[in-house]
């Protein structure tokens, strides 16, 4: 396990995170992801999207670490990270928690009207790799340059 990677996915998912965090707040949607907790407040359901896109991004970085060292490719996975995150989060373990029971979201109508979920994955996606790419590059310039 490389703890460099992991900081990086760390700080990728957090940046990605408040981004998210932002515009979900905005749209009004943090009571709901709260009461996935038994809390449905802006405060609590801001508090567990943010351990979500930290736990996320350490993911990724165990997942995809390694194959992300280029912005197209931090762009390129996070982009698919964040769909696969779109497909497991709001379509099927949110409705799983919130008591819907498997499979609630998987249909034509509710995809639809959680398409600006999606844009938000993917928003969180795209921050992540880049963000993971940033670093990376700055930690590989610190060991060329002996700084490490």
């Known amino acids: 396990m490389n703890t460099k990677r992991i900081i990086q996915g760390l700080l990728g998912g957090l940046a990605g995170g408040l981004v998210f965090g932002m515009m979900m707040g905005m749209m009004g949607m943090l009571p ?3 009461k996935m907790v038994g809390q449905p407040s802006a405060v609590v359901g ?3 999207h943010m ?3 930290v736990v996320i991004g350490v993911v990724f970085s165990l997942v995809f670490g390694r194959m992300v060292c280029q912005f197209k ?5 996070g982009m698919v990270y964040g769909v696969i995150w779109w497909l497991l989060g709001p379509l ?6 919130m008591g819907m029971g498997f499979g609630a979201n998987w249909n034509l109508n509710a995809a639809t009207n959680m398409l600006p979920s ?4 993917l928003m ?4 992540l ?6 670093l990376d590059r700055r930690a590989a310039a610190n060991i060329k340059a002996g700084t490490v």
Do not use: D, Q, W
């Open 46 to 48: 801001f508090i567990v």
């Open 118 to 121: 999606l844009v938000g994955h």
């Open 129 to 134: 790799g880049a963000v993971y790419v940033v």
């Open 73 to 77: 490719a931090g762009f390129g996975f």
């Open 124 to 127: 969180y996606g795209v921050i």
């Open 32 to 34: 709901m992801i709260g």
């Open 51 to 53: 351990v979500n896109s």
């Open 92 to 97: 099927t373990l949110m409705p799983l928690m």
